[in-house]
């Protein structure tokens, strides 16, 4: 079982928005702005979407958004696009040099 | 382009030790000397997902997920360039794919990743 509780699936059409939630507790997303979110394709390693809650790394479309609220974050993607189909993992620090990561939710375009 | 690679047996037995390296290449940002940067070790069992491991330094401070801190060492080896995993004791719940990966501090994100290695623990 994962530290970080996200929803197993989420869908939505292409252009559409879509939000998925990543809920933990006031020791680890609560308690720390360093929060994450990573795409994996089938096969592939994870690649950092979104880092500190509502950071970009440079190449990212600005269509992937972070936010934080209490011990719940969320990563929203505007414009779904077709290769947007993916899971996505949330990752906290814990505190105690620890590091968790969600079980994932797997993003569907319809 | 920083490149991470992962390698060792693919297979292990249970009870025996699994040992990875990680072989990092590409330009100034692949120094596993280098201070600006955290080595680390992460793990994803089928259709699950990740798990950190544990970090590294270059001076070689260590820092080791609590659930797997009895079992875990991680090296660096920076005349080779490359850092290294081992986990004793495995089970067959220690079957996953491994990533190494780097991070800019131990609090944040892992930017960079190698392609993972299959270990599978069977007898």
């Known amino acids: 079982q994962s530290a970080l509780t996200q929803p197993p699936s989420a869908s939505g059409s292409p252009g559409q928005s879509v939000t998925i939630s990543c809920t933990g507790t006031?020791?680890?997303?609560?308690?720390?702005?360093?929060v994450s979110w990573y795409q994996q394709p089938p096969g592939k390693a994870p690649k950092v979407m979104i880092y500190?809650?509502?950071k970009r790394p440079a190449g990212v479309p600005n269509r992937f958004s972070g936010s934080k609220s209490g011990n719940a974050a969320s990563l929203t993607v505007s414009g779904l696009q077709a290769d947007d189909e993916a899971d996505y993992y949330c990752?906290?620090?814990?505190?105690?040099?620890?590091?968790?990561f969600g079980g994932g939710t797997k993003l569907t375009v319809l | 382009q920083l490149q991470l690679q992962e390698s060792g047996p693919g297979l292990v037995k249970p009870s025996e030790t699994l040992s990875l390296t990680c072989a990092v290449s590409?330009?100034?940002?692949?120094?596993?000397?280098?201070?600006?940067?955290?080595w680390g070790w992460i793990r994803q069992p089928p259709g699950k997902g990740p798990e950190w491991i544990g970090s590294i330094y270059f001076s070689g401070n260590t820092y080791y997920s609590p659930s797997l801190k009895s079992r875990v060492t991680i090296s660096v080896d920076t005349s080779k360039n490359q850092f290294s995993l081992k986990l004793t004791s495995v089970t067959t719940a220690d079957t996953a794919v491994y990533y190494c990966?780097?991070?800019?501090?131990?609090?944040?994100?892992?930017?960079?990743w190698g392609q993972g290695a299959l270990v599978t623990v069977s007898s």
């Open positions: 500190e809650v509502t």
């Open positions: 006031s020791s680890d997303v609560g308690g720390y702005n360093y």
């Open positions: 990966a780097r991070s800019y501090t131990l609090l944040g994100h892992f930017d960079y």
């Open positions: 590409g330009g100034s940002g692949g120094s596993i000397s280098s201070s600006r940067y955290f």
């Open positions: 990752s906290s620090y814990a505190g105690s040099n620890n590091v968790v």
